[in-house]
């Protein structure tokens, strides 16, 4: 079955810097648009960042400059390396993938990772 496993999140101070990874099983990894979201409290989910298979990226405007999406297809992994973190960044943030088909749109989610920037 397919499987997304968030790591990386923790407690981190204003200004400090995080790195999230997502390893991904069950899926045609180098096929997939691969994803960044979060959720805040009180909040609708957000993309964060995301990349497609030919290696394009996009970026929410809060982030510009400051995240970085990356993957590695032969480890089937996709990173959010996060810098110079504010406290509105604090949030859940998840691993998503998703493909378009001729079927139909396959969308996957990890369980999360928690994110507090603090001091």
């Known amino acids: 079955q397919v499987q997304l496993v968030e790591s990386g999140g923790g407690l981190v101070q204003p200004g400090g810097s995080l790195r999230l990874s997502c390893a991904a099983s069950?899926?045609?990894?180098?096929?997939?648009?691969m994803g960044w979201y979060r959720q805040a409290p009180g909040k609708q989910r957000e993309l964060v960042a995301s990349t497609t298979s030919g290696g394009g990226t996009r970026y929410a405007d809060s982030v510009k400059g400051r995240f970085t999406i990356s993957r590695d297809n032969a480890k089937t992994t996709v990173y959010l390396e996060m810098n110079r973190l504010k406290p509105e960044d604090t949030a859940v943030y998840y691993c998503n993938a998703d493909i378009p088909t001729s079927t139909g749109r396959y969308v996957y989610w990890g369980q999360g990772t928690q994110v507090t920037v603090s001091s």
């Open positions: 069950g899926i045609i990894f180098s096929i997939y648009t």
